[in-house]
């Protein structure tokens, strides 16, 4: 399974574990999505490959929204991955790094090139 696959699988996941959450609770969705990530974990990708890229991903968008003024995604789907990095980051505080972009404030790029 490729990357891409990996992501639009997770993405999908995510949707059902949405809709799982509304009809049984909250807690019933979260399990999902744990169990999705102990699958990958399993398969050889473990929660750092996808904290890695998810970063580099917020890192570009946040390079093209702050710096560039030309978004490329919406804000929910910003959100959607914003969260998941979240989420991986408070179930794995091992993988937790001062520069994650769940731990800055709009683009360091631009506050950088403009020193």
């Known amino acids: 399974m490729t990357i891409q696959q990996q992501i639009e699988a997770i993405r999908l996941l995510k949707l059902l574990s949405a809709a799982h959450k509304q009809m049984i609770g909250r807690n019933a969705g979260s399990a999902l999505l744990m169990e999705t990530e102990e699958f990958l974990t399993e398969c050889g990708h473990p929660p750092l490959d996808r904290v890695e890229h998810l970063r580099t991903e917020l890192r570009q968008h946040c390079h093209r929204y702050y710096c560039l003024d030309a978004p490329n995604v919406s804000d929910d789907v910003?959100?959607?991955?914003?969260?998941?990095?979240?989420?991986?980051?408070?179930?794995?505080?091992?993988?937790?790094?001062?520069?994650?972009?769940?731990?800055?404030?709009?683009?360091?790029?631009c506050k950088k090139e403009a020193a």
Do not use: I, Y
């Open 78 to 109: 910003f959100d959607q991955l914003f969260n998941e990095l979240l989420g991986l980051e408070k179930r794995n505080p091992d993988l937790l790094t001062p520069d994650s972009p769940t731990q800055v404030v709009g683009c360091q790029l």
